[in-house]
């Protein structure tokens, strides 16, 4: 997981702004996080099995599928491959609108930066 400190803050948020922060992403009006409780992400790739190559990849996110083709780091590990990508979003293509307060005096940014860490495992034999 990305640690605070290596998100960009300034200062670290002590629990309760962190609290109250999760609990407004949440709400029906943003995140909807009870009825859409998870982000699922399916990837699609044929071709080497290290290097840096375009993956892609479907985001399926508050009830939407949101299509990418994202370039990725393959790597091999004792556990199977380990695939790694650095993406950018607008709230636009999340269906969101930007988080903003105060007359616009309060705002988050317009463009949300990921990283996506995923570790492929083989868990039985694979057909040819």
């Known amino acids: 997981p990305v640690e605070l400190k290596d998100a960009g803050f300034r200062s670290i948020p002590d629990a309760a702004a962190r609290s109250s922060t999760r609990d407004n992403m949440l709400r029906p009006e943003v995140l909807d996080g009870e009825n859409w409780p998870q982000v699922i992400v399916d ?8 290097g840096t190559h375009q993956f892609n990849l479907t985001l399926t996110f508050k009830g939407m599928t949101i299509p990418l083709q994202l370039p990725a780091t393959v790597t091999r590990v004792d556990a199977g491959l380990q695939i790694d990508s650095q993406f950018s979003l607008d709230h636009h293509q999340l269906g969101l609108r930007p988080y903003s307060a105060l007359g616009g005096v309060i705002r988050v940014a317009e463009v949300l930066e990921f990283e996506l860490h995923l570790l492929a495992v083989a868990t039985g034999e694979l057909d040819d």
């Open 43 to 50: 990837v699609a790739y044929a071709g080497e099995l290290t």
